[in-house]
């Protein structure tokens, strides 16, 4: 899920005027950086319990709320960066099969037709209608802020 990531990053954006979009979207795409830069860094085999497993997405969260108070000094701005770090483990936990998202040691802790919504992306159409619907959905709430904002001024 990629444009999903970024359409949450848009949505946020619409309700939070002082994080730049920038970082907003940087901050949806967490578990995706770290999982290349383990990559580059020749942790490739590891690389999605790295970066995508709830575990190292809360440790994400953790370190990034430091470095996100230092910056805004503003509990609410950790709140929203943490959040949407974690936003990014979710939809991925609802899209992907268990294994890309750390999960599946072995042991399958849901059937292949789980009725717990993983494995969205096992269905193409189901797919692109997330995809699409999470982008369409925030952009629609951006620009909407941002005409609304417009005609404030």
Known sequence: MLLGHIGIGLAVKSV????PLWILIVAVMVPDLMSALFGLI????????LSHSLLMTLVFCLISALIIYLIYHRFSAVLIFSGLI?????????????????????INIFSENSAYGLGLYKTIPGALICEF????????LYIFRRLKNERNR
């Not at 020749?42 to 319990?49: C, I, P, T, W």
């Open 133 to 140: 619907s999470l982008l369409s959905l925030g952009l629609g």
């Open 16 to 19: 939070e005027r002082q994080m």
């Open 86 to 106: 974690l936003s990014h483990w979710i939809c991925d936990f609802i899209s992907w099969p268990l294994e890309v998202i750390g999960l599946n040691y072995g």
């Open 42 to 49: 020749g942790l490739k085999d590891e690389s999605a319990f």
